[in-house]
């Protein structure tokens, strides 16, 4: 046995399962896979994406696995490279996003030598993985080998377990690492060897009772599920910005009405993952309430412990006409000035079908969550799995690639400082149609709306959540080969957001402390 043919044929196996999207960090451990890679996408076997940083690489790969609802496929040296994917890895578990991860190593008989760039990182992505397999260039053979590779794709892509997530494999390479006599991987018929595993039972609910659908972050077949469900039963839609149902007669301002309306909610149908507002948190605590779940994994969404029902899809009965009206309230006027919110509003009703919006965390999200309705908007996403602050360009430029389409992103200062490093396209690499809008509000605003905005703790409050960074972030973008604006009126906005983008291109706008 050898590492250069154990690279071959992993990357053998991986298109016998229909993986076609790789991400490659360079390294010297990873070498066999790198260079059987690079010769697979010379032969027009796979679409082959490098990046210096694995913590963008793995984001990056999250976006494209999202995107395409494909497994896709993360490659590193071994050491402290592992531990980057942590943080991505740790979102698509959340999400049910498949990726594989393919960790380099050194034989297992270096660790815990102090041999260089060697750790015990067997199984370092923790409750993270669904999965965790290893392999040896020194022991098994090629049919083992593949067999690995097979079980480490359908454990990501949840086949059986109706669970997609992040799997490592472990691949101890001995030396050496390189030879030229091993030749390029063949092509590969797809084989699908593990059958799926699907629930289909429909649930019928009965009885009149006044029904909300409530659609949390979901991928667009789950979000027009959420938004056929509440318009054939003619129930109030409250849709959060990255549900993909927020479209149609979706309750616009759902957020400010439910303080007012909660009470009287009897009955609530969950899609997605619902996790951006606190009214939506409480009323998903009530016990009082009947909650039924739509979930097409294994585990689902119940953050309040009060789920009544877990099903496959639903069924409703008609609703109250009456009740539906009571939601359907006019919105109100926007600012003329460059606020969170009136921009949010004109980037939303500025997406057309057929392209991308990607949503920051923290404000950003929030903005989109009270702009008026899109009647026919782009595809919709953001990483609310975690609804971490990192990852978000990445995660986007990931979806740019899988999809070939427009995408915007609507981001904060500090979100964009948490990824800097998706700025850089290494040479050779293939560009994506990517325009960034960045609301500059200086530093955490969000933390004004919580607890630690509490007049009493102004005195900490700039030092220790807003975080003020000061950095010119229109003048990093154009270092790293990125076109930049300045946008200072809401006119030139959407003068901007009326031609299409092209290439990579910031937009930045000062919202000002407050």
Same mark, same amino acid.
């Given at each position: 046995?050898?590492?250069?043919?154990?690279?071959? *044929?992993?990357?053998?196996?991986?298109?016998?399962?229909?993986?076609?999207?790789?991400?490659?960090?360079?390294?010297?451990?990873?070498?066999?896979?790198?260079? !059987?890679?690079?010769?697979?996408?010379?032969?027009?076997? %796979?679409?082959?994406?490098?990046?210096?940083?694995?913590?963008?690489? #793995?984001?990056?790969?999250?976006?494209?696995?999202?995107?395409?609802?494909?497994?896709?496929?993360?490659?590193?040296?071994?050491?402290?490279?592992?531990?980057?994917?942590?943080?991505?890895?740790?979102? !698509?578990?959340?999400?049910?996003?498949?990726?594989?991860?393919?960790?380099?190593?050194?034989?297992?008989?270096?660790?815990?030598?102090? !041999?260089?760039?060697?750790?015990?990182?067997?199984?370092?992505?923790?409750?993270?993985?669904?999965?965790?397999?290893?392999?040896?260039?020194?022991?098994?053979?090629?049919?083992?080998?593949?067999?690995?590779?097979?079980?480490?794709?359908?454990?990501?892509?949840?086949?059986? #377990?109706?669970?997609?997530?992040?799997?490592?494999?472990?691949?101890?390479?001995?030396?050496?690492?390189?030879?030229?006599? *091993?030749?390029?991987?063949?092509?590969?018929?797809?084989?699908?060897?593990?059958?799926?595993?699907?629930?289909?039972?429909?649930?019928?609910? #009965?009885?009149?009772?006044?029904?909300?659908?409530?659609?949390?972050?979901?991928?667009?077949?789950?979000?027009?599920?959420?938004?056929?469900?509440?318009?054939?039963?003619?129930?109030?839609?409250?849709?959060?910005?990255?549900?993909?149902?927020?479209?149609?007669?979706?309750?616009?301002?759902?957020?400010?009405?439910?303080?007012?309306?909660?009470?009287? %909610?009897?009955?609530?149908?969950?899609?997605?993952?619902?996790?951006?507002?606190?009214?939506?948190?409480?009323?998903?605590?009530?016990?009082?309430?009947?909650?039924?779940?739509?979930?097409?994994?294994?585990?689902?969404?119940?953050?309040?412990?009060?789920?009544?029902?877990?099903?496959?899809?639903?069924?409703?009965?008609?609703?109250?006409?009456?009740?539906?009206?009571?939601?359907?309230?006019?919105?109100?006027?926007?600012?003329?000035?460059?606020?969170?919110?009136? *921009?949010? !509003?004109?980037?939303?009703?500025?997406?057309?079908?057929?392209?991308?919006?990607?949503?920051?965390?923290?404000?950003?999200?929030?903005?989109?969550?009270?702009?008026?309705?899109?009647?026919?908007?782009?595809?919709?996403?953001?990483?609310?799995?975690?609804?971490?602050?990192?990852? #978000?360009?990445?995660?986007?430029?990931?979806?740019?690639?899988?999809?070939?389409?427009?995408?915007?992103?609507?981001?904060?200062?500090?979100?964009?400082?948490?990824?800097?490093?998706?700025?850089?396209?290494?040479?050779?690499?293939?560009?994506?149609?990517?325009?960034?809008?960045?609301?500059?509000?200086?530093?955490?605003?969000?933390?004004?709306?919580?607890?630690?905005?509490?007049?009493?703790?102004?005195?900490?409050?700039?030092?220790?959540?807003?975080?003020?960074?000061?950095?010119?972030?229109?003048?990093?973008?154009?270092?790293?080969?990125?076109?930049?604006?300045?946008?200072?009126? %809401?006119?030139?906005?959407?003068?901007?957001?009326?031609?299409?983008?092209?290439?990579?291109?910031?937009?930045? %706008?000062?919202?000002?402390?407050?």
């Amino acid at each position: 046995m050898s590492s250069p043919l154990l690279g071959k *044929v992993i990357v053998e196996a991986l298109l016998a399962c229909g993986v076609r999207d790789v991400l490659l960090a360079p390294g010297s451990r990873n070498a066999p896979l790198s260079l !059987a890679l690079h010769a697979a996408e010379a032969a027009g076997l %796979i679409r082959l994406y490098v990046r210096i940083d694995e913590r963008v690489a #793995t984001f990056t790969a999250l976006g494209l696995a999202k995107a395409s609802g494909n497994v896709v496929a993360v490659v590193t040296t071994s050491g402290t490279a592992v531990g980057n994917l942590v943080p991505a890895a740790m979102e !698509a578990r959340a999400a049910g996003v498949p990726l594989l991860l393919l960790t380099a190593d050194r034989p297992a008989t270096l660790v815990g030598t102090g !041999a260089n760039q060697t750790c015990d990182q067997l199984g370092i992505l923790g409750p993270a993985a669904v999965g965790v397999l290893r392999l040896a260039s020194g022991t098994g053979g090629e049919t083992a080998w593949r067999a690995a590779i097979a079980r480490a794709c359908a454990l990501a892509a949840g086949t059986r #377990t109706r669970r997609p997530g992040p799997v490592q494999v472990n691949v101890e390479f001995d030396v050496p690492l390189v030879d030229a006599a *091993v030749g390029a991987p063949a092509p590969q018929l797809v084989r699908p060897v593990v059958a799926p595993s699907s629930g289909a039972e429909v649930y019928e609910a #009965t009885g009149m009772a006044r029904t909300v659908v409530l659609a949390g972050d979901a991928s667009p077949a789950v979000g027009a599920e959420a938004r056929a469900a509440a318009e054939a039963a003619g129930v109030p839609l409250l849709a959060e910005p990255s549900s993909n149902a927020r479209a149609g007669k979706a309750i616009a301002r759902y957020r400010e009405l439910l303080p007012v309306l909660a009470d009287e %909610i009897e009955r609530v149908v969950v899609f997605g993952h619902p996790t951006l507002s606190r009214p939506v948190s409480g009323l998903l605590s009530r016990q009082d309430v009947e909650l039924i779940v739509v979930a097409s994994h294994a585990d689902w969404a119940d953050p309040g412990h009060a789920a009544a029902r877990v099903v496959d899809s639903v069924l409703l009965p008609p609703g109250d006409p009456a009740w539906l009206e009571r939601w359907q309230q006019p919105a109100p006027a926007l600012p003329p000035q460059l606020t969170g919110e009136s *921009v949010a !509003a004109e980037v939303v009703a500025a997406m057309r079908p057929g392209e991308n919006l990607v949503f920051g965390a923290s404000s950003s999200v929030r903005y989109a969550d009270v702009a008026p309705v899109n009647p026919t908007p782009g595809t919709c996403w953001a990483n609310r799995g975690l609804a971490g602050i990192d990852g #978000t360009v990445s995660t986007a430029t990931g979806i740019a690639l899988a999809t070939g389409a427009p995408t915007t992103v609507l981001l904060g200062d500090l979100t964009f400082q948490h990824d800097l490093g998706a700025l850089i396209f290494p040479r050779h690499e293939p560009e994506v149609c990517l325009r960034v809008i960045l609301l500059d509000d200086q530093g955490g605003t969000i933390f004004a709306s919580l607890e630690p905005g509490q007049p009493v703790f102004a005195a900490a409050f700039d030092r220790v959540f807003r975080v003020s960074q000061g950095v010119e972030l229109g003048s990093v973008a154009r270092s790293m080969g990125w076109r930049t604006a300045e946008v200072t009126c %809401i006119q030139s906005l959407r003068q901007i957001l009326a031609k299409p983008s092209s290439g990579r291109e910031l937009l930045h %706008i000062d919202t000002g402390r407050d």
